[in-house]
């Protein structure tokens, strides 16, 4: 009753002061504060009513308690055991947020969320902890769980390359992996004074929309392998990647290459998504009968 008629935002700022929170640097803390702010990502994330939320790393819970609002189930991972009373303090009242406190990174996704949602789809929105974004996001792609749209704060420098297109210099193998699943949404540019402590960069929030209709590998594991292999070493030919990676001769390399109409120099960075996902399937039929040879 005691928090009656205050905002959320007041309330997670009296709870961290109370506690006697300290920010930790390097697990990213940078919380926002601002309900208004804060709504406006809920908003922009378009969460709906029946939906279930996976939100990661939710500092004092103010992103939660507005999510919550907008959608039937929130289940929020933190690391920080810190932050538990400050969490029990800005949720309380909030009966569909569940906060699991564990690393991200360790976690099994694809097993939690078939637990909590089965067979649902799954939405996720989150101010990531910058130091790990990349590693965030290639989790989210590829562990097998049901996972729709991605609402995401970045580095302004991490959303550059999520979204980059082939042919800038930020194209890389998380633009190609992100972008075989999902178009990649600038929703806004955030400055660093939005963030309590402020970061030292420029932040921008993305959604990621799931693609319905996207060509699809056979074999979406060989697909990532391939996607690895093909900017390991940027400045080589794919050619030398796929001999160095997948045990082809160079003969057998190129003769892949030239069944797709593709130069036997070219190197990874050069292919489109659509590109490599067909590479991707002749690559996984030579394999397949030099194994049954
Ligand atoms: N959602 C809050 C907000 O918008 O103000 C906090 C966002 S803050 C940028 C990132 C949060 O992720 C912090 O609460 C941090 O403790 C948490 N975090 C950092 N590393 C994590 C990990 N490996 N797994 C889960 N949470 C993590």
């Known amino acids: 009753m005691q928090n009656q008629g205050i905002s959320p935002g007041l309330r997670a700022r009296i709870a961290l002061e ?51 609002s907008h959608c039937r189930q929130v289940l929020a991972l933190e690391i920080d055991r810190k932050l538990e009373p400050v969490l029990n303090e800005v949720l309380e009242g909030v009966n569909n947020a569940e906060i699991i406190f564990e690393d991200v990174m360790k976690c099994d996704l694809s097993v939690l969320l078939e637990e909590r949602f089965p067979g649902e789809n799954v939405q996720v929105v989150a101010n990531l902890p910058y130091y790990i974004t990349a ?66 960069v420029m932040s921008r929030l993305i959604r990621l929309n ?16 391939l996607i690895r292999s093909a900017f390991r070493m940027r400045r080589k030919t794919l050619v030398n990647n796929l001999t160095g990676d997948f045990g082809v001769s160079r003969e057998q390399a190129e003769k892949l290459l030239m069944s797709q109409n593709l130069d036997v120099r070219i190197r990874g960075e050069a292919l489109s998504v659509k590109q490599i996902t067909r590479l991707s399937d002749a690559l996984g039929e030579m394999l397949q009968s030099r194994a049954n040879a």
Do not use: W
């Open 18 to 68: 109370k506690h006697g929170f300290s920010f930790t640097h390097s697990l990213g803390q940078n919380f926002i504060l601002d309900d208004d702010f804060l709504e406006e990502i809920a908003l922009e994330s378009g969460v709906g009513e029946g939906e279930a939320v996976l939100e990661i790393g939710p500092g004092p819970g103010l992103l939660t308690h507005h999510l919550a």
């Open 135 to 200: 590693d965030v996001i290639e989790r989210l792609l590829t562990c097998g769980a049901n996972i729709g749209n991605i609402t995401v704060m970045v580095q302004k420098e991490a959303a550059e390359r999520i979204g980059a297109q082939l042919g800038n210099k930020n194209y890389c193998a998380l633009a190609m992996l992100t972008q075989y699943y999902y178009d990649v949404e600038e929703l806004m540019d955030v400055s660093p004074d939005r963030f309590s402590p402020p970061p030292h």
């Open 210 to 225: 799931r693609r319905m209709d996207g060509l699809r590998a056979k074999d979406e594991k060989l697909l990532l392998r």
